[in-house]
């Protein structure tokens, strides 16, 4: 559910849609949700000095109290 919903919003902000990935590992009560996008899309989800990723970290950790669990945003780097 939370994967989904993050995956949902970050479609709907990046250029390429179909290359967002997002990827759930739970462990207890922490998900972590590891972003997978583009370098070229990266920025828009960063946002100037971190608001937008900041943002989508407060929401999902809102979202996340309902269930309840701490939720934690990660964005995989390109190897």
Request: a neutral charge; one cysteine or more.
């Given at each position: 559910m939370l994967k989904d919903i993050?995956?949902?919003i970050l479609?709907?902000?990046?250029?390429?849609?179909?290359?967002?990935?997002v990827r759930e590992i739970s462990s207890g009560s922490i998900v972590i949700l590891e972003i997978s996008v583009p370098q070229a899309d990266r920025g828009y989800i960063i946002?100037?000095?971190g608001r937008?990723?900041?943002?989508?970290?407060t929401l999902m950790n809102g979202i996340g109290s309902k269930i309840p669990c701490k939720v934690m945003i990660t964005m995989k780097e390109d190897e």
């Amino acid at each position: 559910m939370l994967k989904d919903i993050l995956q949902y919003i970050l479609q709907n902000v990046v250029d390429n849609p179909q290359q967002v990935i997002v990827r759930e590992i739970s462990s207890g009560s922490i998900v972590i949700l590891e972003i997978s996008v583009p370098q070229a899309d990266r920025g828009y989800i960063i946002g100037k000095q971190g608001r937008h990723i900041d943002a989508l970290r407060t929401l999902m950790n809102g979202i996340g109290s309902k269930i309840p669990c701490k939720v934690m945003i990660t964005m995989k780097e390109d190897e």
